[in-house]
């Protein structure tokens, strides 16, 4: 039936009652705890009252440091451990997830958040066995969680879900709860029209999503969402009422690298006083501070932005929002013209010598002397099969970092890089040198398949290498026992083609038989760089003698490094045998670096993003993924 213009009025007086009460969602949340402070959350950050508010309520704390580290991605015990201290209705039994030991400090908070039906194992229902308690939670995972938390079950027949160019991600059963989530506005997409479902949430994320749990009863809070989104279908029926719109002034006195403010000013129409505004700036994560929003009093709203000595030369965007709708401002940082202009290049620091005989990378660091964040570094570099990733780059705390590469044809010898800015240069060689600094070695062999014993048959056994030079040498010899005696294996009619070549860090070698070749196991020994690897092989009645094919991980590559003081990502190829298609593997990485939810394997491959983010230190960092209950582990370095 469709909604009068008196059930909207009456349905909108009850709204702004509970606005003022503080229970509505958009509410600005009162920290309950004002003792504790933080010295890496700001009194203006968007995200200090949830926090304050979360922390106060004794569902999170800070470090020993005395930092919250807001940007940190939370997991799954985490989640459970906060939400356990609402003291939840129980309404299940409880139950053993094999990843979950008793002795774990984590062990009763998972027990309890699974009995109130809220939190369940990694498919959120209570068939699974697992509940993996390390991963972290993303955004698919806590809007199905606080969904459940707050009573939102509905499963509305129109979507808000096609507004995001990625919902064919959103997994099947998070769809009513993102949905869910959105229309009640406890939830949103990215300005570029993405919700991101398996992107993990950061501590302050969490604190926004599960805030409002705190200032009611369950029951109460899911009457006053259920009540909000029926308020927007009665706004979506009323065809009657005025636009809403928003103006924004932004003044021009803001500056890049240097400390400057000004003050923003919101002209609304057809906004009540007292509505709450949320801000979002984008490509802010350099500087800028704003409040996460702002609320209105006679059509005018007014907040104060600041810059730092950090904030970047670049173009921003100011976006507000009102009942869906954004309204935004775009606007450039200036150069002050009282700033010094005692600026100039001091220094340049090569990271090391390229290797001969492959495709290499250093870094080469410029350091420069009062140049604001976001000015441009110019690079060049002189020689055959040298060239720079990036020939201008971005000035950071007075530091520009360039990446130099060769090819495996670069010729060795002293090559010359020019730093250039602002029409002073300077300087310095780089190497290529003969040497390799990292030792070759073996990485994985892998059979094709058994040789089959009567007839004349082949087979490749092909070795993975790791920092071998293109062109050089790699012998084998096949040794082994049947029925107790030694068998010589010209003898046994076995051979194989020794030596080959190693290329692109791979050489194949070919092993062949006679049909009176003995039925057995036997040993290729491959000897390079001084070592000896040994790989064994069958001849049998087809498969007899092949041991039981399951399927395996035969290696991880992790592609380059990642640069330390910025957002950077590598490309991580796990390479497989055996693996069917269409099989999800789950990427773990120890804390500091993400990585994806899962990644899929085709072709006995599969591909994935490994991220840093600016605060993440330097050092090696351990990536590991489990399969077939084996665990399979690598490293990435951050340098």
């Avoid at 636009?243 to 803001?254: Q, T």
């Avoid at 870094?363 to 060049?380: A, L, M």
């Avoid at 001849?539 to 039981?548: A, L, T």
Wanted: net charge negative; charged share 25%; proline share 4%.
């Amino acid at each position: 039936m469709k909604k009068t213009k008196g059930d909207f009025f009456m349905k909108k007086e009850k709204l702004l009652a509970m606005a003022l009460a503080g229970s509505f969602l958009v509410s600005v949340p009162t920290p309950a705890y004002a003792g504790q402070e933080f010295s890496d959350l700001a009194r203006t950050s968007w995200c200090y009252g949830y926090v304050m508010n979360m922390v106060g309520h004794g569902m999170l704390s800070g470090y020993p440091d005395n930092t919250f580290r807001q940007n940190d991605y939370i997991t799954r015990a985490e989640t459970a451990t906060a939400l356990s201290k609402l003291g939840l209705p129980q309404i299940l039994v409880s139950k053993n997830y094999t990843d979950v030991q008793q002795f774990s400090w984590y062990y009763s908070p998972i027990q309890e958040a699974y009995r109130s039906g809220v939190v369940l194992g990694i498919n959120h229902d209570t068939t699974g066995s697992s509940f993996y308690p390390d991963r972290y939670l993303t955004r698919a995972d806590a809007a199905i969680i606080a969904s459940r938390l707050y009573g939102l079950q509905k499963n509305w027949e129109d979507t808000r879900l096609s507004q995001f160019w990625d919902h064919n991600d959103i997994q099947a059963n998070a769809r009513m709860h993102v949905q869910n989530l959105v229309r009640a506005g406890i939830m949103s997409g990215y300005p570029d029209n993405t919700f991101r479902p398996n992107q993990p949430v950061t501590r302050a994320e969490f604190s926004r999503i599960f805030n409002f749990v705190t200032y009611t009863s369950s029951s109460e809070l899911a009457d006053n969402l259920e009540d909000s989104l029926e308020y927007e279908d009665i706004l979506q029926d009323d065809t009657a009422l005025e636009e809403a719109s928003i103006k924004i002034d932004i003044p021009n006195k803001l500056y890049y690298g240097e400390n400057s403010s000004t003050t923003v000013r919101l002209k609304t129409e057809n906004i009540p006083d007292g509505t709450l505004i949320p801000l979002f700036l984008s490509n802010n994560g350099s500087g800028i501070t704003i409040p996460s929003s702002v609320r209105v009093y006679n059509n005018t709203a007014s907040f104060e932005m600041y810059t730092s000595r950090y904030t970047e030369r670049q173009t921003y965007t100011l976006t507000a929002t009102y009942e869906g709708k954004r309204f935004s401002e775009t606007f450039y940082l200036n150069k002050n013209d009282n700033m010094s202009n005692d600026v100039y290049i001091k220094k340049i620091d090569v990271e090391s010598s390229l290797r001969y005989g492959r495709n290499d990378t250093i870094e080469v660091v410029v350091t420069t002397k009062d140049v604001p964040n976001g000015e441009y570094v110019y690079g060049t570099i002189t020689g055959r099969g040298l060239y720079l990733e990036d020939e201008k780059v971005k000035v950071r705390n007075n530091k520009a970092v360039f990446e130099v590469n060769s090819k495996s044809s670069t010729p060795t010898g002293i090559y010359q890089f020019k730093a250039e800015y602002d029409g002073h240069y300077r300087t310095a060689d780089v190497v290529v040198s003969e040497t390799p600094s990292d030792k070759p070695f073996v990485v994985d062999t892998v059979v094709e398949r058994a040789l089959h014993k009567g007839v004349n048959d082949s087979i490749d056994i092909t070795v993975y290498t790791n920092n071998a030079l293109n062109g050089q040498y790699m012998t084998a010899k096949i040794t082994g026992k049947v029925n107790g005696s030694t068998i010589y294996p010209n003898e046994a009619g076995l051979n194989v083609t020794t030596p080959v070549l190693v290329y692109n860090n791979k050489a194949v070698f070919t092993v062949y038989s006679s049909p009176y070749t003995p039925e057995g196991g036997y040993d290729l020994e491959i000897n390079y760089d001084g070592s000896t690897h040994k790989i064994k092989f069958y001849v049998g009645e087809n498969d007899i003698e092949e041991p039981e094919k399951k399927g395996s991980i035969r290696y991880i590559d992790v592609d380059d490094y990642l640069r330390e003081g910025r957002s950077d990502s590598t490309l991580v190829t796990v390479r497989t045998k055996d693996v069917p298609d269409g099989t999800d593997l789950y990427p773990e990485v120890e804390y500091g670096l993400t990585v994806p939810y899962r990644c899929t394997v085709y072709d006995n491959k599969a591909e994935f993003y490994v991220r840093n983010r600016p605060s993440t230190d330097a050092g090696r960092y351990d990536l590991w993924i489990d399969y077939n209950g084996e665990t399979y582990e690598t490293t990435v370095r951050v340098k």
